[in-house]
């Protein structure tokens, strides 16, 4: 714990600030999730790509990253779509143009496995996978 205290003050502040709200958000989408689901609205339906010449990067970085250890140290158990929801909030709070996918696929034992991921310009944020082994059902953006 403290070693997780430690290399949090090592944080910009930009980053102190990110890293606190997706533990904040994480929280919430957890339990959204889990009370009210039909509340979740992860953006419009196959509506079109919306591209943008002035990214930063650096940004998309930190959230990317932010969610990363928010998940793997969360005390509740965060799944592919908890990481979407919270990529697409910080990402319109930004006005960074995102897509989120929803996919499906065969499991070893013939059981249908879904998933979802987060993209910016074709770049995995979240939900990291090989978009080719699933048969996308739906896009959100």
């Known amino acids: 714990m403290l070693r997780i205290v430690s290399l949090f003050f090592r944080l910009s502040f930009r980053n102190q600030g990110i890293v606190l709200g997706t533990v904040f958000l994480s929280f919430y989408c ?11 609205r992860f953006g419009r339906i196959q509506h079109d790509k919306l591209e943008s010449k002035n990214i930063d990067w650096e940004l998309v970085n930190d959230i990317r990253e932010s969610i990363r250890l928010v998940s793997k140290r969360f005390p509740f158990h965060l799944v592919c779509r908890h ?22 696929k065969y499991g070893d034992d013939n059981s249908i ?29």
């Open 30 to 40: 957890y339990f959204l999730f889990k009370i009210r689901p039909t509340w979740i």
């Open 83 to 104: 990481e979407a929801y919270v990529a697409k909030i910080w990402l319109n709070y930004y006005n960074i143009p995102y897509t989120i996918y929803i996919g499906f």
């Open 113 to 141: 496995k879904g998933h979802a991921w987060t993209e910016v310009q074709e770049r995995q944020i979240t939900g990291f996978c090989d978009p080719k082994e699933y048969v996308i059902q739906t896009t959100y953006s």
